[in-house]
């Protein structure tokens, strides 16, 4: 698979170590074991490449954590790769969600500039908001439809609308959202792990909910407590981006992550 980055250090593999990752002939990142110590060296900032957008990120995670000997961080990690539709997934911990939901509506102040990802539970908070001057961005068509419902001003971004999601996803969403700056953006998340962060299935999602967190001022991701040591295909957030807005979580994450228990 192929790599998009800004740029990369070219490396001269040590006599200790075996390279794994080329930019052409050029060495870019090499494991090994030197003086008793284990590394995993890349050549390039993985915050500025399009790696975590790669259904191989996790895996590359997994097996560098599994080298290094730290396996404990994997035990407990249920790896997912397929999608459930909204259907199947709105009345999956149904409670637990609205609970979430009413606690991130009460988080909105009437002059902010919200951007509202697609979602199960971000769906929920469609049942808390009420009249308020806020502007919603959303990439959700049945979130804009109940917000415009309510006579609320929404606008709903452009671009490749994914049936099982119900949401507008891909480049031309992404761009878009490239030219707001939101107070406050509430995302759901497909999964959540203390190597591999906030995931989702899909790349083409997972690109706009990456570019839609990085323009907002705070970002809220609401998950229930089945989500967390959950990993999916593609990471699109760290875990230490933003705060967690749960129900219950387990206690390795209360310093790993900002986090409100609702």
């Not at 002939?25 to 110590?37: F, K, L, V």
Request: a negative charge; glycine letters at 8%; charged letters at 20%.
């Amino acid at each position: 698979f192929q790599i998009g980055v800004n740029e990369t250090n070219a490396y001269e593999i040590p006599s200790w170590g075996t390279g794994f990752l080329w930019a052409g002939e050029q060495c870019a990142g090499y494991y090994g074991e030197h003086d008793g110590i284990k590394e995993v060296v890349v050549g390039f900032d993985i915050r500025e490449s399009d790696f975590p957008l790669k259904a191989e990120f996790p895996v590359f995670i997994a097996n560098s954590i599994r080298y290094l000997g730290d396996t404990s961080l994997l035990a407990d990690n249920i790896y997912q790769a397929a999608e459930q539709t909204v259907t199947q997934r709105t009345e999956v911990h149904r409670e637990e969600k609205r609970k979430i939901a009413q606690y991130a509506v009460s988080l909105i102040e009437p002059q902010d500039f919200i951007y509202l990802d697609a979602g199960t539970t971000t769906g929920y908070m469609l049942d808390f908001i009420e009249d308020t001057r806020a502007t919603f961005v959303t990439n959700a068509v049945a979130h804009a439809q109940r917000l415009a419902a309510k006579g609320i001003h929404v606008i709903l971004i452009g671009g490749t609308l994914k049936s099982t999601t119900e949401a507008v996803v891909g480049t031309m969403a992404a761009l878009a959202l490239k030219d707001y700056h939101f107070t406050k953006g509430f995302f759901g998340t497909n999964g959540i792990s203390l190597t591999a962060g906030h995931t989702t299935p899909d790349a083409d999602e997972a690109l706009v909910k990456r570019t839609a967190a990085q323009q907002c001022r705070k970002q809220y991701f609401l998950c229930d407590n089945s989500k967390f040591n959950v990993v999916s295909a593609v990471t699109f957030a760290a875990l230490a981006t933003g705060t967690l807005l749960t129900d219950a979580a387990p206690e390795e994450y209360a310093e790993a992550a900002d986090m409100i228990v609702c």
